[in-house]
């Protein structure tokens, strides 16, 4: 049965999260509702990250395993077709071996998180970041992200009912950027590694906005993570500002040379 990749593009704000829901809408929902538009009998398919509620992705990656030998360019058609008019998009698909997996072959996932401050609510951009009022110190936020990068234990930034069997991961990078805009401060935050834990992107930046408040201090950052304690982080902020951005592999996946 041939084992396709597609690179999925969404907008969580309609959805429960990826992951299929019994009595509420989701992403894998939605893609799997389109298949079976295809191959009535089409087994479930497997994400590189089940993102939460609200959460988007412009990189997420799926498997599927079809009993046809699609054009990759075709399904990417016919799967778009199907999806409409949920907020969902198929930007690639390609054919990939039968122990390729969207999740377990992933060697390392990028998020970006979008933080807006300034007074005047979000209209064309609500949902799409998240908006605080005050200005924030970037050169501030960084000093206190520096403190996060490598191996730790993460458990203060690690939601309680996350099921990782280990806290400890190894953040590659956490970059903080400012995006010229017309009206406000807009903020963007890279985060880098091959796994995160359950809400450690949104408690890390959550954490690193109050920094960029004045609330806090850099160094109160070496100190939450020190105290592997889920009371010792900051605040975790809202889903709408999250996005799974891109899932690298050991060989390149879609034909351009992505993946």
Not at 155 to 168: D, E, G, H, L, Y
Not at 171 to 196: K, M, N, W, Y
Not at 223 to 240: D, I, K, Q, S
């Amino acid at each position: 049965m041939p084992r396709y990749a597609l690179l999925v593009e969404y907008d969580g704000r309609p959805f429960a999260g990826w992951q299929r829901q019994t009595s509420q809408p989701s992403v894998q929902g939605a893609v799997e509702a389109a298949l079976a538009r295809l191959e009535a009998d089409a087994p479930a398919i497997a994400a590189a990250g089940r993102t939460d509620a609200g959460v988007h992705a412009t990189g997420q990656v799926a498997q599927c395993d079809l009993s046809r030998d699609w054009d990759p360019f075709r399904l990417t058609e016919a799967l778009n077709y199907h999806l409409r008019p949920r907020p969902v998009a198929i930007i690639k698909a390609a054919r990939v071996t039968g122990d390729w997996h969207a999740r377990f072959s992933a060697i390392e996932r990028h998020y970006v998180f979008r933080l807006i401050s300034r007074r005047a609510p979000l209209t064309h951009e609500a949902g799409l970041a998240w908006q605080v009022k005050a200005p924030l110190d970037v050169d501030a936020m960084r000093a206190g992200a520096a403190h996060l990068v490598g191996r730790h234990d993460f458990t203060t930034f690690r939601a309680s009912i996350c099921q990782a069997k280990s806290p400890v991961k190894t953040l590659d990078e956490v970059t903080i950027t400012e995006c010229p805009r017309d009206h406000g401060q807009e903020v963007r935050f890279f985060l880098r590694a091959r796994s995160f834990l359950h809400n450690q992107v949104r408690s890390i930046v959550g954490t690193l906005e109050r920094v960029g408040a004045g609330a806090w201090a850099p160094e109160d950052v070496r100190m939450a993570l020190e105290a592997r304690e889920r009371a010792a982080c900051g605040p975790v902020c809202p889903p709408g500002g999250l996005y799974l951005h891109h899932v690298r592999y050991p060989d390149p996946v879609f034909a351009d040379g992505s993946g």
